[in-house]
């Protein structure tokens, strides 16, 4: 069974960073692509950014592109979602996710319908 624990969330003034880590359990990530997901209180769940192995490919959603980064540890079996020059907005519960296949990560963001979740790290950006 594949679980998947994030961590690395916090309180964060606007300008910092923060890395969140995603350890996954019960199988090799390297079979995987990979997803973070950011739900706001009362908003949807959506894509922040994916990686998908099979092509290759990697999506950023168009708020925190260029100032994010997506990455893999495979001996650690770990994802990582790296956020720079943080913003109010960007504050939510952030959940990582995996999925056997996908057409491509923009599509794996976009779906929203990963095969496994994490249970969520909260980011709070404020002063």
């Known amino acids: 069974q594949v679980q998947l624990v994030e961590s690395g969330g916090g309180s964060v003034p606007p300008g910092g960073s923060l890395r969140l880590s995603c350890v996954v359990s019960?199988?090799?990530?390297?079979?995987?692509?990979i997803g973070w997901f950011r739900q706001a209180p009362g908003g949807a769940r959506e894509g922040v950014s994916c990686h998908s192995r099979g092509d290759g490919s990697i999506y950023y959603t168009s708020s925190v592109e260029g100032r994010s980064t997506i990455s893999r540890d495979s001996a650690k079996n770990t994802a990582y979602l790296l956020i720079d020059v943080l913003r109010p907005a960007d504050s939510g519960i952030y959940y990582c996710a995996a999925s056997k296949w996908v057409p491509n990560a923009q599509r794996m963001c976009e779906d929203v319908s990963p095969d496994h979740w994490g249970k969520g790290t909260q980011v709070t950006v404020s002063w």
């Open positions: 019960g199988d090799n990530l390297e079979y995987y692509a």
